[in-house]
């Protein structure tokens, strides 16, 4: 998975940024989204700062104490959702080499050798 558009999604913490992401638009606050998340505000903060940086957009406006969604923020909510929607399946998939005898689990990942 060498794809140079990727790399920018690849660094510094994606999936955390994306959950502290969702949260923010489902919930509309930061301060919200920091006790949804049993994070601290600055944390939650941060990690909407570091996706904006990675995606290259501005993701929210403030009005008050609400966050307010840009245009860019809506596709990448999508998207994100998408993206958990597959790890949910990937984790479904798992789930039957999870509860497999530790011998089956080994010939199974044996089998499918991975690339570094």
């Keep these: 998975m060498e794809n140079r558009r990727l790399r920018r999604y ?3 913490g994606m999936l955390p940024q994306l959950a502290a992401f969702d949260a923010v638009m489902r919930l509309g606050s ?6 949804a998340l049993h994070m601290a505000q600055p944390t939650v ?13 501005p993701l929210f406006r403030c009005d008050g ?3 307010l969604p840009t245009a860019p923020a809506r596709a990448l909510h999508e998207g994100a959702l998408g993206v958990f929607a597959a790890l949910h399946d990937l984790d479904c998939a798992l789930e039957p080499l999870r509860s497999a005898p530790s011998a089956a689990r ?4 044996g089998a499918q050798p991975m690339a570094a």
């Design 10 to 12: 690849l660094r510094h």
């Design 30 to 35: 930061v301060t919200q989204a920091s006790a």
């Design 45 to 57: 903060s941060g990690h909407l700062r570091k996706l904006s940086d990675a995606v290259g957009v």
């Design 65 to 67: 104490r609400r966050m």
């Design 106 to 109: 080994t010939a199974a990942v």
